[in-house]
T-cell receptor
Framework: NAGVTQTPKFRVLKTGQSMTLLCAQD?????MYWYRQDPGMGLRLIHY???????AKGEVPDGYNVSRLKKQNFLLGLESAAPSQTSVYFC????????????FGNGTRLTVT | KNQVEQSPQSLIILEGKNCTLQ??????????LRWYKQDTGRGPVSLTI?????NTKSNGRYTATLDADTKQSSLHITASQLSDSASYIC???????????FGAGTRLFVKA
């Protein structure tokens, strides 16, 4: 069981470039999430999905898009990267229910110059 | 505004000593509070969950407490080990919705 796998682990982009972050989970979880983690701040929710084919906006969705074409995969896209998007991005998955723990990947460190 | 505040921001202790991390929240309505451990370069991992009716819960050397009246929680680590060096994140979920609020974490350093 790999759990939640994120690729790539590191990436450097120039302002205006685009990229897609990949997240895969093998726990058959219904819910998946994308968070960003910035120094001195708690993790903030970008987008989430409660099932295949569905997505919803979180707390900080601007500048990002997501897709959930398959239950096990959740993709995060940056169409035109900005320096403010320099961050560590975490994907997570969980079973339905507020008492279900989040299972996180090990993050993607993105730098936008 | 719903908030989760943790203290201290960072802490250095000697191996074998105990420590207590604090979490204050203003989230309402309250559903549950969870503590996560995040090792450097890794994603957070759940340690324990506290619901409204629970006061204390232990997971090995970790003991979490919750006072729902004062909206405070603590995480006590007993007989610390070098492997306890990590960030500890307090996370509070709202009832009836999808909102989960993360604290900024306490960075714990355990020295030999």
């Amino acid at each position: 069981n790999a759990g939640v796998t994120q690729t790539p682990k590191f990436r450097v982009l120039k302002t205006g470039q685009s990229m897609t972050l990949l997240c895969a989970q093998d726990m058959n979880h219904e819910y998946m999430y994308w968070y960003r983690q910035d120094p001195g701040m708690g993790l903030r929710l970008i987008h989430y999905s409660v099932g295949e084919g569905t997505t919803a906006k979180g707390e900080v969705p601007d500048g990002y898009n997501v897709s959930r074409l398959k239950k096990q995969n959740f993709l995060l896209g940056l169409e035109s990267a900005a320096p403010s998007q320099t961050s560590v991005y975490f994907c997570a998955s969980s079973k339905p229910g507020q008492e279900s723990p989040l299972h996180f990947g090990n993050g993607t460190r993105l730098t936008v110059t | 505004k719903n908030q989760v505040e943790q203290s201290p921001q960072s802490l250095i202790i000697l191996e074998g000593k105990n420590c207590t991390l604090q979490c204050n929240y203003t989230v309402s309505p309250f559903s549950n509070l969870r503590w996560y451990k995040q090792d450097t370069g890794r994603g957070p991992v759940s340690l324990t969950i506290m619901t409204f009716s629970e006061n204390t819960k232990s997971n090995g050397r970790y003991t979490a407490t919750l006072d729902a009246d004062t909206k405070q929680s603590s995480l006590h680590i007993t007989a610390s080990q070098l492997s306890d060096s990590a960030s500890y994140i307090c996370v509070v979920s709202e009832s009836g919705g999808f909102k989960t609020i993360f604290g900024a974490g306490t960075r714990l350093f355990v020295k030999a």
